[in-house]
DNA sequence: GCCGGCTTGGGAAATTTGCCCGAGCTGCGA
DNA sequence: TCGCAGCTCGGGCAAATTTCCCAAGCCGGC
């Protein structure tokens, strides 16, 4: 890693819009002391450019499809924990948040800030501090959990009515296949709305699929 | 509307993304013959946008959250039938680009094009064809060929609204986003469930993610 | 033995679904 | 031009489901 202090920050980008990252390049290296010294538009790039450039900061969107960015983080993590890994998307619902900072991300800045919100996550991040837009400060906060990353805090019941239920059965059809009454169903679709924190059953389907609970 | 030839081509953006319209700001005056004279993060904004500086050609995403998108491009074509507007997006479902030449845009480029594509794009507006980036087209012919999936019986509306409850919206975003009743949001949603035969909210997740109406 | 967590379900209020209806609007063919 | 068909929008109402709160049995750990 640079010396932060004397040559800037040099900066990784990955997102899969190519137009999308020659133009944060050229908002951030306006700014100084930030050097976008390499781009990637996919988790496996993005990797590869790490190791070889090894940046004082990801700054990575890839738009989070599927579970994709979520392994970049943990891959460039695995191989240097000291990464610091700046999230930058348009999502911005909690799990997605809560997910990226489990899988070691120092911080989460939603596209719809401030332009600057960005630069200035950059350099927190960069400082080792955790860094987040203000609206995803909200929503973490409406959300007021502290468990860990969604599937974690569910048991092995959940899970498996989970993956029924994001596979398209229904209640009935879960509740025979596991041998239980309908209203037990109903009950564990509740606590596992609840536990991660999802609002509708399609953001449940949307959850398990991106923890690769269910294939879609 | 400016001369072309003479003064170069200019440009209206909308997104909303603050640090993405900085962007494409950026990468698109370096071209030397485009001028972005405005910007506007929303539909009503583009079309008070457009009505004071009658723009060449105005480039559009507003990431199509609603079918605000496609009002703002009915809008503007309604004041001014000669309105250049391309279509520059993430999204690339044969759907939508369909009916976004529907409503009247002039071009469709995706953000995963290269990055001169939106360029070159932009002048081929100007000068009064049609384009659309090599994915588009591709993606336009195949659906041709294609006897047609379960979204070809849904309407437009359904279709925005199937594509934003897969998304994870509530009923009650579902409704505001598009000014609609709650009753109103939730009828659609059972008309949208007989017409493709999900029994299910997750198999319509889940047919909504097959079709490419959502990205999981 | 006791505590805590998982699993299983009851109960009742609140909400949503399932279906049927009508009305306004638009485009299209007779 | 008329009328039909289809899309959009919403009311109404019974039936079903969800939402929460609660209790009880089981099991592993302290």
Redesign the pocket.
Known sequence: MSDVAATGISVLLVDDHPIVRQGYRRVLESQGDLHVVAEADNAADAYGAFKTHDPDVVVLDISMPGASGLEAIRNIRARNPRARILVFTMHNEAVLVKAAFGAGASGFVTKSSEPTAVVTAIRSVARGERAMSDDIAHILAEDSLSAGSALD?????????LRQFAGGA???QI?SH??????????????I??KTGA???AQLVRLAASCGLTKI
Not at 178 to 191: D, M, P, R
Request: net charge negative; proline share 0%; no cysteine.
């Open positions: 805090q569910l048991g092995e019941r959940e899970i498996e009515i229904t209640t009935e509740a596991l041998n239980l009454s309908v209203k037990t169903v109903q009950n564990y679709h509740y606590l709305k609840t609002r509708t059953d």
